[in-house]
């Protein structure tokens, strides 16, 4: 009896160990579910911030786009100081009243960084001779992108500062940086800085997260990665148009005082090409005073009158069964088999990334005086009708004529390059009616089919060049950047 009293009270301890061992597990469990907890609260709003972060980036990339394009459909007109820039008179945006563009230089910008734009630009030099965006007393570019936007929660204000670039041919590099004086940089070389400051997870003017980039742009020609027509004339098919043909040289094309008017093709080697015979038709080559026939150019570059090239004025010519080829007549044994490639850069094949750069267009009927740029016209028809002005001497056209026939009706003016080319149809021609004028160069890459009446082409210089110079506004390769030191 005395033994079972003895070990009663061990029989009732029996399963201490096993509540211990059960109430640390449980104690243990208790502790790694609040650890998952608030490891899982803290990445859920690590997410979140990303999240936030990256659709505010997203908002501030869709700024930059809208930028590019509202800057692209401008580009005529973004560091043109001319009033009257083109024929409806739109000013360029450097004008004087115009107010697009203002100074860096004249914002007070001694505090070393702040939300101004001009801040943006992290080198003083250049932040110096830098103008900002403003129209209508505010910096930001208003381009509508908020309403793409519109119940997103995000937001996004665009901003830009334009950079005129000093280019020198002679200097490596050849970019030497920013200039507000006209007499070092020109309209037509130009860079442009889009800032954009996107937000997301906004409510009642409050935004959880917020996003700085910036992206530079700069213009660049379609003639960018080739050769600019320096002629008046270049064509590689049949030469002269069964009218009658006048070409105003190039004074200079073939070195000072040496006066290039027509680049033929000359060259045997050429496959399916055949040699340009230029003791055909009935055309004409004369000096710029001696078309006018005035020894001043008239201000908008048209012809007052009636104007032509007389044989005894003539340099060359072919007149009844007299054909006298002068020195400006190049027959060139090795010209380009492939213009395009020479032209553009571009080979022939690759014609897509050319026409890309270009607005397409498929009848040509949208051409007219305030059109400037670059346009390829596609088809079966660029038709331009009778007495049509395309472009103008400032802000001029480069078409691309692609189609299958271009067909001018007479009393067409154009001031640009007009190249005539065969990459989507292998038998596109030119034909023409009446008297048309070209101010500047004609590039012809197919074959001149029936042109009846006069086919004037007037070499330009400045038309020549700005065209040369014209075809939009593209990304400088790691521009891109979402850190600004100064700019907050």
């Not at 570019?141 to 793409?148: H, I, N």
Request: include cysteine.
């Amino acid at each position: 009896m005395q033994a079972t009293a003895q070990w009663q009270p061990i029989r009732h301890q029996r399963g201490v160990l096993t509540v211990f061992t059960g109430v640390f597990i449980l104690v243990m469990l208790t502790l790694m579910m609040m650890f998952a907890v608030r490891a899982g609260v803290a990445e859920q709003r690590t997410s979140s911030n990303e999240v936030r972060q990256k659709l505010a980036l997203h908002a501030a990339e869709t700024g930059i786009q809208h930028a590019k394009e509202y800057f692209i459909a401008n580009s005529a007109l973004i560091a043109s100081d001319l009033i009257d820039k083109l024929p409806d008179g739109t000013d360029g945006w450097l004008a004087a009243g115009a107010t697009r563009w203002l100074p860096c230089a004249d914002v007070d910008l001694s505090a070393g960084h702040g939300s101004h734009p001009c801040f943006a630009e992290p080198d003083l030099d250049r932040r110096a001779e830098t103008y900002y965006y403003s129209r209508n007393g505010s910096t930001e570019v208003s381009l509508g992108t908020d309403t793409v936007l519109s119940g997103t929660g995000q937001e996004v204000t665009v901003y830009a500062l334009l950079c005129k670039l000093m280019v020198s041919d002679f200097a490596s590099p050849p970019v030497q940086g920013c200039s507000r004086d006209p007499n070092i940089a020109d309209e037509y070389h130009y860079m442009i800085t889009i800032l954009a400051r996107g937000r997301a997870d906004c409510s009642d003017g409050t935004c959880g997260a917020e996003a700085l980039v910036a992206e530079p742009l700069a213009n660049y020609g379609v003639l960018s990665g080739g050769n600019g027509p320096g002629v008046p004339l270049t064509t590689r098919t049949s030469w002269a148009p069964s009218g009658t043909a006048e070409i105003i040289p190039n004074p200079n094309g073939g070195g000072v005082g040496v006066p290039v008017s027509v680049w033929l093709n000359n060259n045997p080697n050429c496959p399916n090409q055949a040699v340009v015979d230029p003791s055909s038709g009935s055309w004409s080559t004369c000096e710029l005073h001696e078309w006018y026939e005035t020894e001043q150019v008239p201000e908008n570059l048209e012809c007052p009158g009636s104007c032509s090239c007389s044989v005894s004025e003539s340099i060359s010519y072919t007149h009844g069964n007299s054909d006298v080829i002068g020195i400006d007549m190049d027959l060139d044994t090795e010209f380009p088999c492939d213009l395009f490639t020479f032209y553009f850069g571009i080979p022939k094949t690759h014609y897509e990334a050319i026409k890309s750069q270009a607005q397409i267009i498929d009848d040509c009927s949208e051409l007219g005086p305030n059109s400037y740029g670059v346009y390829w016209a596609t088809g079966p028809l660029c038709h331009i009708g009778s007495n049509t002005v395309i472009g103008s001497q400032h802000a001029p056209v480069m078409l691309i004529s692609a189609a299958s026939t271009i067909r001018f009706n007479g009393g067409t003016k154009m001031f640009g390059t007009l190249y005539v080319t065969d990459v989507e149809d292998a038998a596109a021609s030119i034909e023409g009616t009446g008297n048309n004028t070209f101010y500047g160069a004609v590039i012809v890459d197919a074959a001149i089919d029936k042109f009846s009446g006069t086919f004037q082409v007037v070499y330009v210089e400045t038309v020549a060049r700005i065209t040369a110079g014209t075809g939009g506004i593209g990304t400088l390769a790691g521009g891109w950047t979402d850190f600004h030191r100064d700019w907050e």
